[in-house]
């Protein structure tokens, strides 16, 4: 049944936003380094590799330098256009694309690449590798600003999403893969609409009271 509303929702969605994708693709092309898409390597659902789209936001051959396939806030290697896109989610529209193929779903654990996906836990890895990725999720809602999580850490960027954020989002996708139905699935596309409205809300915690705990401190003030 998600397979389905997978791709009625992605379809529609794409029809929606064609004419300003088109915009955003010109935009782009006239401006920063003149790229207009990015593939990264993910992982997928039973450990498939896929190349994930998403509109170009940051200097070419970023992986390579800095943070590597970290984001962290205030990034200079991200355009000055880039950070609109980041900021509004806009820059994850092309990934409707992936769901249409099938390597991705509406909802569901946000794929990683393979580097970061070392550092979830094994049984974690085990969970999300049984489901299909997702365009967002419990875990990309609860860490949609995981950049400043990293920014004020005194850890090391390796050492916070290893020891922290992981083990973390390793727990809410558990926390999902035995929840899965439809309901769910909506609830998760409207609490995603929601946030980005609203960054600061946490409606997640009062519709889900029986999301895992996480540490305190773990997102600084």
């Known amino acids: 049944m998600s397979r389905l509303f997978d791709i009625l929702l992605s379809s529609c969605a794409l029809l929606v936003f064609l004419p300003f994708g088109i915009i955003i693709a010109l935009i782009l092309r006239f401006t920063g380094e003149r790229e207009i898409f990015y593939t ?14 998403k509109f170009a936001t940051m200097l070419k051959n970023s992986p390579a330098t800095g943070a590597g396939d970290v984001t962290v806030k205030d990034d200079p290697r991200v355009l000055p256009v880039g950070r609109i896109l980041r900021k509004t989610k806009i820059n994850e529209i092309p990934q409707l694309i992936n769901i249409l193929t099938g390597d991705m779903s509406v909802v569901g654990p946000r794929p990683q690449t393979p580097k970061n996906f070392e550092y979830f836990p094994p049984e974690g890895k085990k969970i999300i590798l049984a489901m299909r ?22 850890k090391t960027v390796e050492e916070c999403y290893r020891e922290l954020i ?25 609490v995603t609409a929601w946030v980005i409205i609203r960054p600061r809300s946490e409606i997640y915690r009062r519709i889900w009271p029986s999301l895992p705990a996480l540490p305190d401190g773990l997102f600084p003030g």
């Open 166 to 190: 992981g083990p973390c989002k390793a727990e809410l996708e558990a926390w999902y893969y035995e929840r899965q139905n439809i309901v769910t699935y909506l609830l998760l596309i409207f």
């Open 133 to 154: 990725p997702g365009l967002s999720g419990i875990g990309s809602i609860v860490f949609r600003d995981e950049e400043s999580i990293v920014a004020k850490s005194e």
């Open 40 to 53: 990264q390597e993910r992982i997928g659902r039973n450990g498939k590799r896929f190349g994930l789209l």
